[in-house]
């Protein structure tokens, strides 16, 4: 009866552990007991059951979590494929301020993953908004505008990610306080949210785009230092064209 029941749990894992590599992985936890004899408490041999299956899920958690992530990152990239090639360069460059900065190994990790999950909160939106070549409505502006608030929502369900939760909610504030969601001004901005908006503008800039075409390396810099002092903090742009421009 035990190796049955557990033939049966194999046989669940390896189904969902098929669907990895879909947008939306399944995961599961499962815990088996089985009853030896008549005299068992048949609820005492489910509690077993149980707590093993807790077990099993509190070392699946963050994994599975990682993978619904990856997942969410992998639809995102099935709406607009150049969202990964983006994170991919913004990973890149963000950990080379990152260093010039001095930052630590602990917040360079941090600033990876800021620069993979920063837009997660587009998965919400249309492929027809994202991939749009015109100028957006009124209508669609305001629906991608949400996508900080919904990044946010998104990360701050995870232990393993609610760390970087508010960085991605103010990726579009600016230092002058015309920025969104919620108009945050300065130094109220986190600062690596400030470091990842000067390095998502540049690649943006750099980089075709279905609505703009890419600019040269030193004109996105001439923007990026234009809007020193009001969309960008100064002195991280100072630090952002030396790295640039030393290479």
């Known amino acids: 009866?035990?190796?049955?029941?557990?033939?049966?749990?194999?046989?669940?894992?390896?189904?969902?552990?098929?669907?990895?590599?879909?947008?939306?992985?399944?995961s599961?936890?499962?815990?088996?007991?089985?009853?030896?004899?008549?005299?068992?408490?048949?609820?005492?041999?489910?509690?077993?059951?149980?707590?093993?299956?807790?077990?099993?899920?509190?070392?699946?958690?963050?994994?599975?979590?990682?993978?619904?992530?990856?997942?969410?990152?992998?639809?995102?990239?099935?709406?607009?494929p150049e969202t990964k090639k983006h994170t991919q360069r913004m990973a890149n460059l963000s950990e080379k301020l990152g260093k010039k900065l001095g930052l630590s190994n602990s917040e360079l990790n941090k600033l990876s993953l800021l620069a993979t999950l920063h837009d997660i909160g587009k998965t919400t939106i249309s492929e027809k908004i994202l991939n749009k070549e015109d100028d957006l409505t009124k209508e669609e502006?305001?629906?991608?505008?949400?996508?900080?608030?919904?990044?946010?929502?998104?990360?701050?369900?995870?232990?393993?990610?609610?760390?970087?939760?508010?960085?991605?909610?103010?990726?579009?504030?600016?230092?002058?306080?015309?920025?969104?969601?919620?108009?945050?001004?300065?130094?109220?901005?986190?600062?690596?949210?400030?470091?990842?908006?000067?390095?998502?503008?540049?690649?943006?800039?750099?980089?075709?785009r279905p609505y703009s075409k890419a600019i040269s390396k030193k004109k996105a810099l001439e923007e990026i230092k234009d809007c020193a002092g009001s969309q960008f903090d100064p002195k991280l742009v100072k630090e952002f064209i030396e790295l640039q421009t030393s290479d």
Not at 71 to 77: K, P, T
Not at 180 to 189: A, H, M
């Open 1 to 26: 009866k035990k190796d049955k029941a557990k033939s049966i749990l194999n046989r669940i894992k390896a189904k969902t552990k098929k669907t990895s590599e879909e947008n939306i992985p399944i």
């Open 28 to 80: 599961i936890a499962l815990g088996v007991a089985t009853k030896e004899n008549v005299e068992e408490d048949i609820e005492k041999v489910f509690k077993k059951a149980d707590d093993n299956m807790y077990q099993n899920k509190l070392s699946k958690s963050k994994s599975s979590k990682s993978n619904i992530v990856k997942g969410l990152l992998n639809s995102l990239s099935a709406k607009s």
């Open 141 to 208: 502006w305001e629906i991608m505008k949400e996508h900080p608030e919904t990044g946010y929502k998104i990360a701050s369900s995870s232990k393993e990610f609610v760390l970087v939760a508010e960085e991605i909610l103010s990726h579009h504030e600016y230092w002058d306080g015309s920025g969104y969601p919620r108009g945050l001004e300065g130094e109220e901005i986190p600062y690596l949210a400030r470091i990842i908006s000067i390095v998502d503008a540049y690649d943006v800039m750099t980089n075709d």
